[in-house]
């Protein structure tokens, strides 16, 4: 579990490749259309949706692996996942049917700027929720390691040890 953090990263990486094909489809090979399609709505989301996974794997994992959430963090990570909600809601709204450009005999579907508008915001949204989850916690570190030295009080050979107390043995008679 110690290099969890890691796969977080890998999903990040993944998610940006997958981000980046939906928005520039002809990266690919494939011919891009006029507009911006479902595939490609629907990619991007998908991308965006596992970059957020994996900052919040890479997050939890890396600082605060063994460190109980608190309630900032359980905000923040609600405030991510509302925003993928919302922005998959925005994006992906003529398909559900309430959008403005439904699919008729002459028209097709497409990303309106109010959808695009949308689905910007609640990615904005869903990355401050990230960023408020990985500010608010207390750091494994912070919770097991003693108080520094001054640095008068430092040399080159110094270890930091935790300072715990001995018992004191009993003195013979």
Do not use: C
Not at 38 to 66: N, R
Not at 98 to 103: E, I, T, V
Not at 146 to 163: C, D, G, H, N
């Amino acid at each position: 579990m110690a290099r969890f953090g890691q796969v977080g990263i890998a999903l990040a990486a993944l998610g940006g490749v997958l981000a980046l094909m939906g928005l520039f489809p002809g990266m690919t090979g494939v011919e891009p259309t006029l507009g911006m399609g479902v595939v490609q709505v629907f990619m991007i989301l998908v991308g965006y949706g596992l970059i957020i996974l994996g900052g919040v794997i890479y997050v939890k994992f890396t600082f605060y692996a063994g460190v109980k959430v608190n309630l900032v963090q359980q905000i923040g990570l609600r405030l991510g996942m509302t925003g993928l909600l919302f922005a998959s809601l925005s994006g992906m709204a003529d398909i559900f049917g309430f959008g403005s450009h439904l699919r008729g005999p002459g028209s097709d579907i497409y990303l309106g700027y109010l959808q695009a508008f949308g689905m910007i915001a609640s990615f904005m949204v869903s990355g401050f929720g990230v960023l408020l989850y990985a500010m608010a916690g207390r750091d494994r570190i912070q919770l097991d390691a003693p108080e520094p030295l001054p640095f008068s009080q430092r040399t080159a050979t110094t270890e930091i040890k935790a300072v715990t107390p001995t018992p004191e043995t009993p003195k013979a008679p």
